[in-house]
């Protein structure tokens, strides 16, 4: 069975950093590229950052770029978005996502809030 289980959310002031984390199994979790998004309220889901399978390549939304890290740990079939610096407007449930190489598969995990306020 496919799991994908992502925690690390919560609530943070402005400028303050949250880790989410994305725990997969039931899969080869080393050969899928994965994919953090996030939705906020009224909004459209977004894809705010990429790792690649094999090469780690990595690719970020301009808005998160130089504040959000993603990384994986193949041993650990775990998937990591580090936040820092972060802003009222990063609000939003993220989501973990599992895609193939040939995106015949593609995984969804249940989400985790993020509220950024003072």
């Known amino acids: 069975q496919v799991q994908l289980v992502e925690s690390g959310g919560g609530l943070v002031q402005p400028g303050g950093s949250l880790r989410l984390s994305c725990a997969a199994s039931?899969?080869?979790?080393?050969?899928?590229?994965m994919n953090w998004y996030r939705q906020a309220p009224g909004k459209e889901r977004e894809l705010v950052a990429s790792?690649?399978?094999?090469?780690?390549?990595?690719n970020y939304a301009d808005s998160v770029k130089g504040r959000f890290t993603i990384s994986r740990d193949n041993d650990k079939n775990t998937v990591y978005l580090q936040m820092n610096s972060l802003k009222p407007e990063d609000t939003a449930v993220y989501y973990c996502?599992?895609?193939?190489?040939?995106?015949?598969?593609?995984?969804w995990g249940q989400g985790t809030q993020v509220t950024v306020s003072s």
């Open positions: 039931g899969f080869i979790f080393k050969v899928y590229d």
């Open positions: 996502n599992a895609i193939s190489l040939t995106k015949k598969y593609d995984y």
């Open positions: 790792i690649a399978s094999f090469s780690g390549g990595t």
